[in-house]
């Protein structure tokens, strides 16, 4: 087993993630795991840093497989004995002009947006060490304002378990299955990505008060929306690059003892979610 630090990022072989990635290896002393869904991609985005003298470490992970969960927690459990900095990034969107149905957008961005990290939470936060830092990549697109105030109320509340953020997020899936997500007062119009990181930004308040209330000292869980940045996912009208949206994420990879906890940030600065 290694004595050396270590720190995750999710999704990491391409756009913001992959810029995390790029920025953490400069800076982090310990070391870096790029984990990404696919082996070739990954592989091939491990190489191209190695080609400017960075070295990261490639390891498969598909944060929608459990079994794929199992196995990075085993190989992190067996490497290092444990985690340092995670910061969550995968993530899918459907595009505006998707012909795909309803239903089938909201299974499947909440199925990797939101259960896919909450799964990797559950599996990876035994193995945080005191200090150690999570990131979740949310966005402004998953403000609560998205939502009616019968749905804010129960997001925002100060007293939400883990077990019922779940149910919430089932909740939405079943109800745009059932056509009646409007009445409820999810997003009109349609957004299943903004729900999904409605309910990760909620996750972060959730996994904070726990964190607090542990035997581990100074575990700090925020969120952050690293901005509209030139992505597969948002396309080159966003005004940002890569580079500029991992900046927020790796400040809060960094936050030193006595930071805030269970919070929203933006351009590095905590903001109203």
């Given at each position: 087993m290694s004595a050396s630090r270590v720190a995750v990022v999710t999704g990491g072989n391409k756009g913001i993630g992959f810029a995390i990635v790029k920025s953490l290896a400069t800076q982090f002393e310990g070391d870096v795991i790029l984990a990404a869904r696919d082996p070739s991609r990954g592989q091939q985005?491990?190489?191209?840093l190695e080609k400017q003298g960075i070295r990261v470490i490639y390891q498969q992970l598909d944060i929608s497989n459990s079994k794929s969960i199992q196995e990075f927690k085993n190989f992190l459990e067996k490497k290092y004995g444990g985690l340092d900095v995670l910061v969550n990034n995968a993530a899918i969107s459907y595009k505006p002009a998707s012909t795909a149905?309803?239903?089938e957008q909201a299974r499947e961005t909440v199925c990797v947006n939101f259960t896919g990290t909450l799964n990797v939470c559950r599996a990876l936060f035994p193995l945080l060490r005191?200090?150690?830092?999570?990131?979740?990549?949310?966005?402004?697109?998953?403000?609560?304002?998205?939502?009616?105030?019968?749905?804010?109320?129960?997001?925002?509340?100060?007293?939400?378990?883990?077990s019922e953020l779940e149910m919430l997020m089932n909740q939405f899936v079943s109800d745009v299955e059932a056509g009646v997500h409007v009445e409820k007062g999810w997003p009109n119009p349609f957004s299943a990505y903004g729900t999904s990181k409605v309910g990760l930004a909620a996750l972060t308040k959730v996994s904070a008060r726990q964190?607090?209330?542990?035997?581990?000292?100074?575990?700090?869980?925020?969120?952050?929306?690293?901005?509209?940045?030139?992505?597969?996912m948002a396309g080159d009208?966003?005004?940002?690059?890569?580079?500029?949206?991992?900046?927020?994420?790796?400040?809060?990879?960094?936050?030193?003892?006595?930071?805030?906890?269970?919070l929203f940030?933006?351009?590095?600065?905590?903001?109203?979610?």
């Open positions: 985005s491990q190489n191209d149905p309803l239903a005191p200090h150690a830092r999570v990131v979740n990549v949310a966005s402004s697109a998953g403000h609560l304002k998205i939502l009616k105030p019968n749905l804010q109320q129960q997001f925002a509340s100060d007293s939400l378990t883990e964190m607090s209330t542990g035997d581990k000292e100074d575990i700090l869980v925020n969120s952050c929306c690293p901005g509209w940045v030139k992505t597969d009208r966003a005004p940002l690059t890569p580079e500029q949206g991992a900046e927020t994420p790796v400040f809060l990879a960094f936050l030193p003892p006595g930071s805030p906890t269970g940030f933006k351009q590095k600065k905590v903001v109203d979610w």
